[in-house]
T-cell receptor, first 111, second 115 residues
Framework: GEDVEQSLFLSVREGDSSVINCTYTDSSSTYLYWYKQEPGAGLQLLTYIFSNMDMKQDQRLTVLLNKKDKHLSLRIADTQTGDSAIYFCAASGGPGAKLIFGQGTELSVKP | GAGVSQTPSNKVTEKGKYVELRCDPISGHTALYWYRQSLGQGPEFLIYFQGTGAADDSGLPNDRFFAVRPEGSVSTLKIQRTERGDSAMYLC?????????????FGPGTRLTVL
């Protein structure tokens, strides 16, 4: 079955860019998602990308997809302390399909 | 409008007891999902409902776990003979149709602790 992997920790300075990486194994994954989880809060969808796209930009967020290498990244420009959270990459095979999550990357933003 | 709500927010029980966790999806959403998140891990899929029926229950770990959605809205996850290993955050999500690219909106979760 699908396996999604992420690095566990990332630490950046406020104002720098953050890049969170994710790899997945199932080439039939149709949709790839980034969720944010803050302590005591539910999962918040940040953005998603369809597998026929290479890039998607939404304000400070840029998602890059390399289908050949099955690699997904999330870039956060001008990272703020409020961006400190755990970021989850998730893959889905299509309609009604369950989300397969990575183990999450804890982003720490230092002032 | 109101998001996905889950009750209770915390549940502490003793090993061997029966528990029920409730999920109220966003009004009008036909698709409903249950996930389980252990500490330090990503959420793991348990079951997916389309309307009243369980369309995919492949993630339920064993027959102690059961979920229902009798009227196609509220769902209840039921765990019999709880074990300490069942301790986790149980997350519910709903989406408008369950179609491809549909956004799944998550509730705040129920933290279950089995003593």
């Amino acid at each position: 079955g699908e396996d999604v992997e992420q690095s566990l920790f990332l630490s950046v300075r406020e104002g720098d860019s953050s890049v969170i990486n994710c790899t997945y194994t199932d080439s039939s994954s149709t949709y790839l998602y980034w969720y944010k989880q803050e302590p005591g809060a539910g999962l918040q969808l940040l953005t998603y990308i369809f597998s026929n796209m290479d890039m998607k930009q939404d304000q400070r967020l840029t998602v890059l997809l390399n289908k050949k290498d099955k690699h997904l990244s999330l870039r956060i420009a001008d990272t703020q302390t409020g961006d400190s959270a755990i970021y989850f990459c998730a893959a889905s095979g299509g309609p009604g399909a369950k989300l397969i999550f990575g183990q999450g990357t804890e982003l720490s933003v230092k002032p | 409008g109101a998001g996905v709500s889950q009750t209770p927010s915390n549940k502490v029980t003793e090993k061997g007891k029966y528990v029920e966790l409730r999920c109220d999806p966003i009004s009008g959403h036909t698709a409903l999902y249950w996930y389980r998140q252990s500490l330090g891990q990503g959420p793991e899929f348990l079951i997916y409902f389309q309307g009243t029926g369980a369309a995919d229950d492949s993630g339920l770990p064993n027959d102690r776990f059961f979920a229902v959605r009798p009227e196609g809205s509220v769902s209840t996850l039921k765990i019999q003979r709880t074990e300490r290993g069942d301790s986790a955050m149980y997350l519910c999500a709903s989406s408008p149709t369950g179609g491809g690219g549909d956004t799944q909106y998550f509730g705040p979760g129920t933290r279950l602790t089995v003593l």
